[in-house]
C-alpha cells in the first residue's frame, strides 16, 4: 500500500506551459518534503513545508501544504526543458517515505 | 568529502553471487538510511540507522538483505546470493537530524545477470 499517492506518475509538455503535481495521503504529516531528481543523481531537496496552508514560493515552483496536512502540490509556472526531472513528495513518519514519484518532461 | 558518497557506482553481479555496497555519509550526520529505487519510481524505504543502532529494517525486502554501520559513520548494504529482482539503484541517505533534509549520495545501480 503505497503511502503517499504522486499524480499524475508522467507529464510531457511544452516549454512555457504551467502544471501541477499532487501528491496525497489517507494520513497526517509533521512535514512533507519536494525533492527533484535528475538521471544518475539523487533526489536534492527543493522545499519542506510544515504548517498547514502553507504556501511556499521558489522561483517558478509553488508549493502548497493542504490544510489537514494530508496532502500538497507543487505548481510550476512557464516550465522550461531544466525543469525536465523526478519529482517526488515524502513525508516524515519517523523514517522519510517517498512517493512513487512523477517524471516531468519539458521540450523545447 | 562534502557529500555523501557511495561506491561502486555501477555493479553487475552474477546471480547467486554476494554483494557489498558502501556509503560514506556526511561527516557528523546521525541519521543514515538506505533505498532501494526501480527506474522511473520514487525511493523504497530498506532500512535506517540512528548512529551505530539500525533502529528499522522493516523495509529489507528478505533475509538476504544485511545493513550495518558498526562504528556509526560508513554503513555497508550486503546482499547475499543475488537474484534478478534486486536490480535496481540503491540509494543512501544521511541526515543531520530528525525531520531535517536528506542528503542522498549518487547511488548505486546493480544489475544482476
Known amino acids: 500500500t503505497q503511502l503517499l499517492e504522486q499524480s499524475p506518475q508522467f507529464l510531457s509538455i511544452q516549454e512555457g506551459e504551467n502544471l501541477t503535481v499532487y501528491c496525497n495521503s489517507s494520513?497526517?504529516?509533521?512535514?512533507l518534503q519536494w525533492y527533484r531528481q535528475e538521471p544518475g543523481e539523487g533526489p536534492v531537496l527543493l522545499v519542506t513545508v510544515v504548517t498547514g496552508g502553507e504556501v511556499k514560493k521558489l522561483k517558478r515552483l509553488t508549493f502548497q501544504f493542504g490544510d489537514a496536512r494530508k496532502d500538497s502540490s507543487l505548481h510550476i509556472t512557464a516550465a522550461q526543458p531544466g525543469d525536465t526531472g523526478l519529482y517526488l513528495c515524502a513525508g516524515n513518519t519517523g523514517k522519510l517515505i517517498f512517493g512513487q514519484g512523477t517524471t516531468l518532461q519539458v521540450k523545447p | 568529502g562534502a557529500g555523501v558518497s557511495q561506491s561502486p557506482r555501477y555493479k553487475v553481479a552474477k546471480r547467486g553471487q554476494d554483494v557489498a555496497l558502501r556509503c560514506d555519509p556526511i561527516?557528523?550526520?546521525?541519521?543514515l538510511f538506505w533505498y532501494q529505487q526501480a527506474l522511473g519510481q520514487g525511493p523504497e524505504f530498506l532500512t535506517y540507522?540512528?548512529?551505530?543502532?539500525?533502529?528499522?529494517k522493516s523495509g529489507l525486502p528478505s533475509d538476504r538483505f544485511f545493513a550495518e554501520r558498526p562504528e556509526g559513520s560508513v554503513s555497508t548494504l550486503k546482499i547475499q546470493r543475488t537474484q534478478q529482482e534486486d536490480s535496481a539503484v540503491y540509494l543512501c541517505?544521511?541526515?543531520?537530524?530528525?525531520?531535517?533534509?536528506?542528503?542522498f549520495g549518487q547511488g548505486t545501480r546493480l544489475t544482476v545477470v
Open positions: 541517505a544521511s541526515f543531520p537530524g530528525a525531520g531535517t533534509e536528506a542528503f
Open positions: 540507522f540512528q548512529n551505530e543502532a539500525q533502529l528499522d
Open positions: 561527516s557528523g550526520h546521525v541519521s
Open positions: 494520513s497526517v504529516f509533521s512535514s
